[in-house]
């Protein structure tokens, strides 16, 4: 679990999300504005937002601002790459204050979701096991998984599915790989849930 | 350039387009129903659009399922991940038509656009050498290029983006990288161009 994954090296975590809406901006200062980031540094340019800190805050966080805009209702996207590890990632730009705990809660909140997500351990490690065994987790959590062309695809509770995520990246870590990479793609409220969109 | 990058292996990418707008569905269908998709094998789910093929065919289509909308003037997104030679990749699922030439145009149409990409060679290959050559070339074709946390920003045109995108990933693939991986996110007609998003 997240909580005995801790090493000190920095991880962090390019994302957005994209309320399909005409309040898009509305939507997105209101989550930013809803979010706890006290415990990561941040910051937002003209194509993404960036986040670094320990594990288990960088994946609070962005589940708290996507999860901040799906549960209003309106179809929203959200797209994120989660970097540890990387050779040429600076030492700059971390967060350097108190540590405490995810402060973001939101763990009732019921928001289903679909997802797909690729993981890229590039630093060696044995991790083909630990990533079948993780997902094999995500099954026991109610997460429905199938196989995709770049991808595994993942449909179910937002909550368990973030939970799922940061295991099978902490894991992987873990087992030893020095740079991971992992890419996930979210969707909430698509009028074509169960269906096809065009 | 991307003509003379051909090989046999099956190229592909799974990508989706956020038009942050009330009429995300119209702007979405009738970007597909605009844009030619004879060339490449193609099929949407709930999370992504996945289209795949001969490189050339698979950037020409993204390029224009993109451009057809962020031509339009509506804020949109544009998320995708291209990969050639995933071990796990199946031979299925492509397209077994005549190619031709990639045949969606649109390369007159002036839209400038945001991105940041990374680029993930997984299988060898001799390739620093290569993308520091081909980002030069976007450089020169007028794209501003700058470091950012886990990814590079390119700022630009979006017919010279896409073309150098191409290259590097193609230059990337003949440099010996036996599995290739980039992901690109890109944004146009954001309000907050220029400017900062929150």
Redesign the interface.
Known sequence: MSQQCGNSRIA???F?V?????E??EH??GS?KETDTSNVWID???????V?GEIEHVFDVTRAVYLQIARSGV?V?F?A?Y?IG?PG??EG?QYTGDIGDPANGLRDVKQNT???F?L?P?GGGDYMDVIYREIDRMKEKGIEVSA????T?L?GDVNAMFEGLEDVFCETEKSGSSHT?M?V???AN?????????
Chains 1, 2 share one sequence.
């Open positions: 962090g975590c390019s957005s994209h309320p399909m809406s005409d898009f901006v997105i200062k930013l937002t340019d003209e194509v993404t937002t960036t670094r179809h996207a797209n790459t970097s990387c990632d600076s730009d679909n997802a797909k690729s890229y590039m995709a062309h770049y991808a695809k449909s990479v890419t793609t979210m969707s698509s009028p074509s849930e169960k269906g096809k969109r065009s």
